[in-house]
């Protein structure tokens, strides 16, 4: 499982990534290993450079200004220190590489500066194309190495913003507690539940996405959700929940489902979502083009 955080300047990159690893490291679920950022500000509170700390708290400065009349404007007039990058950022990236089975590697972040190192990319492309799971950051998603992550397959896409990022660290945290059920689906599901992710982040539905996680990938990894009956458009499924089976009928392009989140009751009183037994339904159909009239489960699944 490989998660690319894209977001500006300021918008809590770095917290969010210690943030989950602080939480998995906490359960002891997974084993983490990598690199996170940290500003150097001068006594005013500008921003004067970037320091590097790896997952044994040792930091390292990897780019500072030369030209105190662009104070507080990187990269304006800096300098980058490549032996900093090579023999420390990648080091600790490398030492990721032989972890053991079940580990993640986090890399905070993927910027213009790192990527002066040809050593620091071609190490962070040899991560994403391992089977390792990835918690990875950038600033922009122009500039091409990240363009080319992008593309490859088995990495889910993104976007911080300032209504999600409360909400992604316990959301990314249940995604790497539960990727053993992931890697359990097959591609086509493993790109519905990326897709269905970024909807329901758009969407706003956190307790959806958090679900998705926590509950859904398990139930159709598991096999729990089946079909019971089928009379022209309406379709009836049992979904096996955490305490008993749940009934979900799709009906006149609607789901319906018995639980309390879909209809906003019990303790999610006033705040009816998507439900995780609908959310299994969709996954678990995902390797047919149209399952239901009108409703696409594939990785074109639209976001908002």
């Avoid at 939480?23 to 509170?45: D, H, M, P, Y």
């Avoid at 970037?50 to 997952?55: H, K, P």
């Avoid at 400065?61 to 990058?85: E, H, K, W, Y």
């Avoid at 992604?168 to 086509?188: C, K, R, V, Y």
């Amino acid at each position: 499982m490989k998660f690319l955080l894209i977001a500006p300047p300021g918008m809590g990159k770095s917290t969010l990534v210690e943030t989950v690893v602080e939480r998995l490291q906490w359960t002891q679920s997974i084993s983490c290993r990598g690199i996170v950022s940290k500003a150097i500000l001068n006594e005013a509170g500008g921003l004067i450079g970037l320091s590097a700390q790896n997952s044994d708290g040792d930091s390292r400065t990897f780019m500072i200004q030369s030209d105190s009349s662009s104070l507080g404007r990187l990269p304006a007039q800096c300098l980058v220190n490549i032996p900093v990058i090579d023999h420390f950022i990648v080091d600790e990236l490398q030492r990721a590489l032989t972890s053991v089975e079940n580990s993640l590697v986090y890399i905070d972040d993927i910027g213009a500066p790192q990527l002066q190192s040809r050593k620091f990319f071609e190490t962070v492309r040899l991560l994403f194309r391992t089977q390792s799971h990835v918690l990875a950051s950038a600033v922009s998603d122009n500039l091409p190495e990240i363009v080319e992550l992008k593309r490859y397959p088995n990495v889910c896409v993104v976007e911080i913003t300032k209504e999600n990022r409360n909400a992604l660290p316990p959301i990314l945290t249940s995604a790497f507690n539960n990727s053993h059920f992931f890697e359990g689906l097959d591609s086509q599901q493993q790109r519905t539940v990326f897709a269905l992710l970024n909807r329901y982040l758009c969407q706003t539905e956190y307790i959806s996405a958090e679900k998705l996680f926590s509950d859904s990938i398990g139930s159709v990894a598991q096999k729990k959700v089946r079909q019971v009956k089928q009379n022209g458009l309406t379709s009836e499924y049992r979904v096996g929940g955490k305490e008993r089976d749940h009934l979900i009928t799709w009906r006149n392009g609607t789901f319906n489902c018995d639980c309390d989140l879909h209809h906003g009751v019990g303790k999610y009183t006033g705040y009816p979502q998507t439900c995780s037994h609908e959310i299994s339904i969709l996954i678990s159909l995902a390797a047919a083009s149209e399952p239901f009239p009108g409703i696409a489960t594939s990785s074109a699944l639209p976001v908002c």
